[in-house]
């Protein structure tokens, strides 16, 4: 359970922290009253600051040092931005809508690439996203032979997604109309969650030996809509800027974010949250290598459904003040953009 904090012991944090953030180098105590120009003495201020310390919020590197903000100090710090912040800053999300217009993508994945191409150039750090299509309801279904023992599965789904992928299944060219009515038929109209519950539910009660067409292309069809919460991931090569002097820590990143499937667990856990945008530090998703960066991630959405996820990988020690409300009216751009389209 955290302590409280008094009023003196809170502002000295969020001045010390703000310092740190601008500047990177531990804060003394006669540097945070000359700054911020403070009605205490530099003696009183270093007796606060050891109070913090006492606490865990701030922390000493070295004896002659001054201090730093813990990682628990550093999120009471974002916390209080998020009580100035959330204001949705009209010229930005009309100046991107514009731009993505501009750019005649009408893809909702090229939409979110050009989206997080946008956010990667603009902040210097790694932007990511998913289009999450959980709740779209699928239109139809066409099975297409593109090869003696390969199909190409197109499903369209509502609003404006289209899902496809080669599957290996040796079906008879002359069952594949009648195979896409009858799938169209079965499934339209329902949610992508809901057709796969069915297809589990089926796939344990086939008999193999009365249905094995049914029982493969299930299964298939099944592992495809696996796949389709694809998550995005442009300018990894800003990492090597964050942590170019930890070689190892970076390659370890990097493998991170090339198998995707942590990132999309923490994404999940973000999703449960009632919260629109948040800031994720690295300690708080519990793996190591993620330990010196921060995630600012925000929800997109169609109607009251959400509809994705976008965000910034960024050092720990951030302008939180301009990179928050810009992932957030980014995802607000986003939300417009795609309801426009629906």
Not at 147 to 164: C, G, M, Q, R, T
Not at 201 to 215: C, H, M, N, Q
Not at 223 to 231: A, D, G, I, S
Not at 278 to 287: A, K, M, R, Y
């Amino acid at each position: 359970m955290e302590e409280r904090l008094t009023e003196r012991e809170r502002d000295i944090l969020l001045k010390l922290t703000e310092l740190y953030i601008r500047e990177g180098e531990p804060v003394g105590s006669r540097t945070l009253q000359k700054t911020f120009k403070l009605p205490f003495s530099p003696a009183t201020i270093r007796n606060v600051m050891a109070d913090l310390e006492d606490k865990g919020y701030l922390y000493q590197p070295h004896t002659s040092a001054g201090r730093v903000p813990t990682d628990k100090g550093l999120k009471i710090y974002i916390n209080s931005l998020f009580l100035a912040l959330g204001e949705e800053e009209e010229i930005l999300v009309n100046r991107l809508i514009d731009y993505l217009k501009s750019e005649k993508v009408q893809d909702r994945d090229e939409i979110l690439l050009k989206v997080l191409d946008y956010l990667q150039s603009f902040t210097g750090y790694v932007g990511f996203g998913v289009n999450l299509v959980e709740n779209l309801t699928v239109e139809s279904i066409t099975l297409v032979k593109v090869a003696s023992e390969k199909v190409l599965i197109v499903i369209n789904f509502k609003p404006d997604y289209v899902l496809h992928k080669v599957i290996r299944a040796s079906i008879p060219e002359g069952e594949l109309q009648k195979l896409s009515r009858a799938l169209t038929q079965k499934f339209r109209g329902k949610t992508l969650r809901e057709v796969k519950r069915e297809l589990i539910e089926e796939i344990d009660g086939l008999r193999k030996e009365i249905a094995e067409l049914s029982f493969k292309l299930n299964t298939q069809i099944l592992k495809t809509l696996n796949e389709v919460n694809h998550l995005e991931i442009q300018g990894t090569a800003n990492i090597v800027n964050m942590v170019a002097d930890d070689i190892a820590r970076m390659k370890k990143v990097l493998e991170i974010l090339e198998e995707k499937s942590l990132f999309l667990e923490i994404l999940r856990n973000f999703l449960e949250e009632k919260k629109e945008v948040s800031v994720i530090l690295g300690s708080e998703t519990e793996v190591e290598p993620l330990k010196p960066f921060s995630l600012v991630i925000s929800k997109f959405r169609i109607g009251f459904k959400n509809s994705g996820v976008v965000g910034i990988i960024g050092p720990k020690r951030m302008d939180y003040t301009s990179v928050i409300p810009l992932v957030e009216n980014v995802a607000r751009a986003l939300s417009k953009l795609l309801e426009e389209k629906k």
